[in-house]
């Protein structure tokens, strides 16, 4: 296995706890406890994902996944004590992958490791690449391109948008969007869609709001629209 996960909390029990777990399936196990700290340790070690806790001295971890969003998509678990809807889809918003509230169980904390490294994996061996006019979609190389430019999606975000893309004219709902890009019930927060596809809409559409390429389907969910060309 040897893949590498960066902890991060400024509760030394909680670190221990959940590198306990971790290293007993087998994976590398960095630890930071604070948010400047998390940041180097991110950019210098690269781990392949980082599990980071929300509040945390000096830079917390909404603005630390802010960062490492903007230079990397590298995956994120946000484990926190903010329980609620909207801090939930605040942590979509800023580029979280997977968000898992305190008290947990570390047994599921590792499944949802287990589940976000192994949907990157499968990312590895992807179908063709795809263009829609102004819109490249390289799966290969993991990489969005508008207009010749690069478009910095989260991995969510990017599974989200090539599910979509793979079957254009389809109308997807909600919860199937849900289990395409997180694998598992979500606990009904079918809103978290709606969060991502704004992101996408915000970073892909020439008009967010009247968009060309990711259409509501009032009812359903959402379809993507485009002819795509070889």
């Known amino acids: 296995m040897n893949k ?6 400024d509760d030394p029990k909680i670190v221990e706890i ?20 998390a940041l180097e340790m991110a950019r ?3 781990p392949d994902l980082i599990v980071l806790d929300l509040m945390l001295p000096g830079l917390d971890g909404m ?9 990397s998509d590298v995956p994120i678990l946000m484990l926190t004590a903010r329980a609620s809807d909207e801090d ?7 580029g979280a992958d ?11 904390l590792v499944a949802r490791v287990r589940a976000i490294l192994r949907r990157a994996e499968s990312e590895e061996e992807p179908p063709k690449d795809m263009r829609f006019g102004d819109l490249e979609i390289n799966v290969m190389r993991h990489e969005v391109r508008l207009r010749g430019s690069p478009v910095n999606l989260t991995p969510t975000e990017f599974r989200i948008l090539t599910t979509m893309a793979q079957e254009p004219g389809r109308a997807f709902s909600r919860v199937e969007l849900l289990e395409r890009a997180f694998g ?5 927060l079918e809103r978290t869609v709606d ?7 915000r970073k892909i559409e020439p008009e967010p709001r009247r968009p060309r390429y990711i259409v509501t389907v009032p009812g359903v969910g959402y379809r993507f629209e485009g002819e795509h060309v070889e």
């Open 195 to 201: 969060v991502h596809i704004m992101n996408i809409r």
């Open 63 to 71: 603005d630390v996944c802010r960062l490492l969003r903007d230079e």
């Open 18 to 37: 959940v590198s306990l777990y971790l290293k007993r399936e087998g994976y590398r196990v960095l630890a930071a406890y604070d948010g400047r700290q």
């Open 88 to 94: 939930k889809l605040r942590g979509f918003d800023v």
């Open 184 to 188: 598992y019930d979500y606990e009904g």
């Open 4 to 9: 590498s996960i960066l902890v991060v909390d």
């Open 44 to 46: 210098e070690k690269r």
């Open 98 to 108: 997977d968000y898992l509230t305190k008290p947990f169980n570390p047994r599921e």
